[in-house]
């Protein structure tokens, strides 16, 4: 742990806080320093036997002082630059190795394994060693990095289909809980007076039906009467007023009218068109979305 860890060549170079350490005493650092990392006090914290055991190893990397209280890299192994170049190489030669099962959440059951050349890599990584009776899945770690950074992509891809697959259905059951249109309460007349009001449309039209508002600029020679109740009560509105007028004609304020029937108001058939729209919208981003992801066109 200490030698191909702490002092190892992809360790070390990333760790200001050993490097400032080494500076301090010709590259020593106290055992009892190190013990400070949680890593190695979890194993051992005696003081000798980390000091024994570096001895024992036979380490071409790390030393240990005569007193036995203290390790150091030697100088005769000194520290690789740190580099893009190699960090490069590094990855280059590391491989990426996991279990075929889960073991308990102590370990994740993966590892990257650094080698000294590519040679090496390439070997480790082809050959069929197993973890006592389990397999080992292995790959190149430019092949994992790809490999990961192509699953974030699709995952991404799919995230996004899934929030325009909300907004559409959202927008459709909007549609479905809009505003409920009765058919035939529109009455749309034409040939008013220039002096004409909005209130003595209202009043006028009031005669022949429940009249729930007017739709009148003023000026204007057209209006919109919108009756209130069952439906087609524009049309027996009209229909009353033809009777009750003059030879068969609508007469308001001595200008004949004229009239007609719509299923909808423009301002309703408006706000209807406009939640149409807007679904039409989301289902096209649905479809451009769901052909970016899977390379195929929905219809």
């Known amino acids: 742990l200490i030698s191909k860890y702490y002092f190892g060549n992809i360790n070390l170079p990333r760790d200001k806080f050993l490097q400032d350490t080494m500076k301090v005493d010709d590259g020593w650092v106290p055992i009892k320093t190190l013990l400070t990392f949680n890593r190695l006090a979890s194993i051992t914290t005696d003081v000798d036997v980390i000091s024994n055991a570096v001895k024992a190893s036979g380490s071409e990397i790390i030393s240990v002082s005569e007193d036995g209280q203290k390790i150091r890299r ?8 740190n580099s893009l170049e190699y960090w490069q190489k590094i990855k280059h030669c590391t491989v990426y190795m996991t279990l075929e099962i889960r073991l308990p959440v102590i370990c994740l059951g993966s590892v990257f394994v650094t080698y000294k050349t590519r040679a090496e890599a390439e070997k480790a990584q082809k050959d069929d060693a197993k973890f006592g009776e389990i397999e080992l899945t292995k790959m190149m770690q430019d092949d994992y990095w790809t490999m990961k950074n192509q699953e974030s992509k699709e995952k ?62 003023s000026g204007q020679s057209k209006a919109e009467i919108r009756f209130a109740g069952e439906e087609n009560g524009a049309q027996k509105a009209w229909e009353k007023a033809v009777e009750g007028g003059t030879d068969g004609k609508v ?37 451009h979305v769901y052909s970016s992801v899977y390379g195929k066109f929905c219809v």
């Open 74 to 81: 030697n100088t005769g192994n000194p520290l690789p630059e």
């Open 251 to 287: 007469i308001f304020q001595e200008k004949e009218l004229t009239g007609k029937v719509s299923l909808y108001s423009a301002s309703s058939y408006s706000s209807l068109t406009g939640h149409i729209l807007k679904c039409r919208k989301s289902l096209f981003l649905v479809c």
């Open 156 to 217: 991404r891809q799919a995230e996004k289909l899934a929030k325009a697959s909300k907004k559409y259905a959202e927008h459709a059951e909007k549609l479905q809980t809009a505003a409920h249109f009765v058919k035939g309460l529109i009455l749309s007349v034409d040939g008013l007076p220039e002096n004409s009001s909005m209130m003595a449309i209202k009043e006028f039209f009031k005669q022949f039906g429940d009249v729930g508002y007017v739709v009148y600029e």
